[in-house]
T-cell receptor, first 114, second 111 residues
Framework: KAGVTQTPRYLIKTRGQQVTLSCSPI?????VSWYQQTPGQGLQFLFE???????NKGNFPGRFSGRQFSNSRSEMNVSTLELGDSALYLC?????????????FGPGTRLTVT | ELKVEQNPLFLSMQEGKNYTIYCNYS?????LYWYRQDPGKSLESLFV?????AVKQEGRLMASLDTKARLSTLHITAAVHDLSATYFC???????????FGQGTRLTINP
């Protein structure tokens, strides 16, 4: 069974631009969560999508948004990029939205903002 | 607000020694996870601890959970260089797919 895939794996953007990251969950998984990892703030929850609906949201500004498609694939978008958005963005998939289901993490997208 | 604290944050040890990483969390939670992360890589799941008194072991790593004390430990036995990595504990918000992570413990094992 294929694992969680994320594209692109590496990305360099300029301040003020916007970026879209993609996550394909494990087949059969319907919940996708996104996390940001930075040296200063550590690993922080961004949001979770299940059945094309945002179920939970972390404490991030509105520049961070996401969506989920009917095939459970998810995208996250960051608009008006800032230097502080440079991070490793991890997505995780699980069978369902309840915490009884373990999350499986993808390889991450490394975003560098210059 | 759920908070998760690990200590120590940095640990340098010699091969063959034993040590313990501690993970404290502030509110009741359904389960506790331990992950390993190598530099530039994603998170590798090590253990999922579901109930009070749970103990799981894999090779030289053993994790335990005390829900009354809101404390989990990751014990390393007879460390080897290959265990050098950053270790995170994480706790889920009750009922939700939202993990709150500790700061991570950067473990370096010297020959």
């Amino acid at each position: 069974k294929a694992g969680v895939t994320q594209t692109p794996r590496y990305l360099i953007k300029t301040r003020g631009q916007q970026v879209t990251l993609s996550c394909s969950p494990i087949s059969g998984h319907r919940s996708v969560s996104w996390y940001q990892q930075t040296p200063g703030q550590g690993l922080q929850f961004l949001f979770e999508y299940f059945s094309e609906t945002q179920r939970n949201k972390g404490n991030f500004p509105g520049r961070f948004s996401g969506r989920q498609f009917s095939n459970s694939r998810s995208e996250m978008n960051v608009s008006t990029l800032e230097l502080g958005d440079s991070a490793l963005y991890l997505c995780a998939s699980s069978l369902g939205t309840s915490s009884v289901y373990e999350q499986y993490f993808g390889p991450g997208t490394r975003l560098t903002v210059t | 607000e759920l908070k998760v604290e690990q200590n120590p944050l940095f640990l340098s040890m010699q091969e063959g020694k034993n040590y313990t990483i501690y993970c404290n969390y502030s509110t009741t939670s359904d389960r506790l996870y331990w992950y390993r992360q190598d530099p530039g890589k994603s998170l590798e799941s090590l253990f999922v601890l579901l109930s009070n008194g749970a103990v799981k072991q894999e090779g030289r790593l053993m994790a335990s959970l005390d829900t009354k004390a809101r404390l989990s430990t990751l014990h390393i036995t007879a460390a080897v260089h290959d265990l050098s990595a950053t270790y995170f504990c994480a706790v889920d918000m009750q009922g939700a797919q939202k993990l709150v992570f500790g700061q991570g413990t950067r473990l370096t094992i010297n020959p």
